[in-house]
């Protein structure tokens, strides 16, 4: 692993660290971590600044949306969160849905699926904010979006009308192709050579965490291996033929579990860290060591 992966610790147990901090953990890449400390604007009583925020990375600038509130857009620059004038017209929620994408011509964040009926994107390219135009043919609440071939895909829903459905974005349509093989929701999802994966989630109808990981490549659907823990609403990170899957819902506290991923199928997994607290859909991106210290 060339660099290490940051992981965002969604709740601040220590007294000691102000309210307008958030605490953030870098891991290495032999397991060990070290605590990052990231400014942001202050918020009153127990509200938490990047908590049920989403999360992307554009030409190098990372920016934060929504949280306790729905609408509002910051930039990370120099370890502190700065906000934005510009607004989100759709809300982001912890369910909703986000991807950064990169064309030959121009590059732009997704963010989907934060208000009912959970069908309607826009697009922030680093400087203003523009609605698609038109909604995606089924519910994805609390699915998620990966890039499929190049192009934005919309993955499952936590509701039975798009549980099983995919979607890929066009230029004035989403267009449906195959169903996923799994009854389940709130699932990670990371792009691959020719494909992605899905990890995980949660069965809507038993509430039992997956521990399936599926591959879609040229339109078919295949399961290549399972996660060590079952995980609902975790980070996923890839490095090459390492993959990280970070956190997730558990009251108890969520793992990181690090996949071997040789093109095909996962040949092994390890627990690599535990966290002490649940970290629902937790920023995840590759950092430098030592970039924010205490």
């Given amino acids: 692993m060339s660099k290490e992966a940051k992981l965002s610790r969604s709740l601040i147990t220590s007294a000691s660290i102000p309210r307008e901090a ?3 953990l870098t891991l290495r890449a032999d397991g ?3 605590d990052q400390f990231f400014k942001t604007p202050a918020v009153s009583g127990n509200d938490n600044y990047v908590a049920g925020s989403k999360y992307a990375i554009l030409k190098g600038i ?3 949306f929504g949280s306790t509130d729905n609408y509002k857009i910051a930039m990370l620059h120099c370890c502190e969160f700065v906000e934005l004038s510009v607004r989100l017209n759709l809300k982001v929620q912890s369910h909703s849905s986000i991807l950064t994408v990169v064309e030959p011509t121009k590059s732009y964040i997704l963010i989907c699926f934060g208000s009912a009926p959970n069908t309607d994107c826009e697009i922030f390219d680093g400087t203003s904010v523009t609605q698609l135009g038109f909604q995606s043919n ?8 990966v890039s499929y071939n190049g192009t934005p895909t919309a993955v499952k829903s936590k509701y039975s009308g798009g549980n099983q459905k995919v979607e890929i974005l066009g230029a004035s349509s989403w267009t449906e192709i195959a169903d996923h093989p799994g009854v389940s929701f709130a699932q990670g999802c990371v792009e691959v050579e020719n494909g992605f994966l ?3 989630g949660k069965d809507p109808s038993t509430s039992v965490d997956i521990l399936d990981i599926h591959l879609l490549r040229n339109d078919v659907w295949s399961n290549v291996g399972t996660l060590q823990k079952g995980v609902k609403g975790p980070g996923v990170i890839s490095f090459g033929q390492k993959i990280l899957v970070v956190g997730g819902v558990d009251p108890d506290g969520a793992e990181v579990e690090s996949l071997q991923w040789d093109g095909n199928n996962v040949t092994s997994s390890e627990i690599i860290y535990s966290l002490t607290e649940a970290s629902t859909r937790p920023m995840v991106f590759r950092a430098s060591s030592g970039m924010c210290p205490p």
Wanted: hydrophobic share 30%; proline share 0%; glycine share 16%.
């Fill in 22 to 24: 958030e605490v953030m």
């Fill in 32 to 34: 060990t971590v070290e």
């Fill in 62 to 64: 990372g920016y934060l």
């Fill in 138 to 145: 089924y519910d994805h609440y609390s699915g998620c979006l």
């Fill in 198 to 200: 899905t990890l995980g």
